[in-house]
């Protein structure tokens, strides 16, 4: 079966620190890839996704995440984090096979900024 | 901008009732999808539909309905609410396009506790 694993769990850093959070999948297959936030209290939204093309994506407020096919990761970096990036991450992947339509998740990170 | 809007953010029910959590997307989707968010555990799939009138089963279905009577309205049903499944409740909507799955989109929440 999919998974998607998430290697750390609970991440504490302080701020300006550089970021990278884990995440590989087991699916041998085209995969669509993204990366979800949760800020306290908010819904979850997506940061960025892969589809296809470039295997470095850029998404929303500095985060990047690079597709290496060869090691089934989706990793999420951010040269400098804020007091404002902490928050849960997910990522996700959907597998490109037939009529699929589920979202595999992995299990969050949770990450904490310290000021 | 899509909009997901579930019913209500907070819940509280005493055990056996009847549960009614309600779903509606603004953008057509074919895709809807109802989850459980515990903390440690993720995001588990409980149902998702990708038709009027169309279900299936994700990872966690016990106890748990669905109906999807209209495109835009997916609806969880908790046939007789469990202490057990206190838990955040969350709805996502996704396009499906040439066979891709896009991105999904979620709701606010709702945060069921069952007394």
């Known amino acids: 079966a999919q998974s998607v694993s998430q290697h750390n769990h609970h991440v504490i850093l302080s701020e300006a620190a550089s970021l990278e959070l884990g995440c590989n999948y087991s699916y041998g297959g085209t995969v669509n890839l993204f990366w979800y936030v949760q800020y306290p209290g908010q819904h979850l939204q997506l940061l960025l996704k892969?589809?296809?093309?470039d295997p470095l994506v850029k998404g929303i407020k500095g985060f990047e995440a690079e597709f290496i096919k060869s090691k089934f990761s989706f990793n999420l970096r951010k040269p400098s984090v804020q007091w404002s990036d902490t928050a849960e991450y997910f990522c996700a992947v959907t597998c490109n096979a037939g009529n699929n339509r589920k979202l595999i998740w992995g299990l969050g990170t949770s990450l904490a900024v310290n000021p | 901008d899509v909009k997901v809007t579930q019913s209500s953010r907070y819940l509280v029910k005493r055990t056996g009732e009847k549960v009614f959590l309600e779903c509606v997307q603004d953008?057509?989707?074919?895709?809807m999808f109802w989850y459980r968010q515990d903390p440690g555990l993720g995001l588990r799939l409980i149902y998702f539909?990708?038709?009027?009138?169309?279900?299936e089963k994700g990872d966690i279905p016990e106890g748990y309905s669905v109906s999807r009577e209209k495109k835009e309205r997916f609806s969880l049903i908790l046939e007789s609410a469990s202490t057990n499944q206190t838990s955040m409740y969350l709805c996502a909507s996704s396009l499906w396009e040439t066979g891709l799955n896009t991105e999904a989109f979620f709701g606010q929440g709702t945060r069921l506790t069952v007394v």
């Open positions: 953008m057509d989707h074919e895709n």
């Open positions: 892969y589809f296809s093309g």
């Open positions: 539909s990708y038709d009027v009138k169309m279900k």
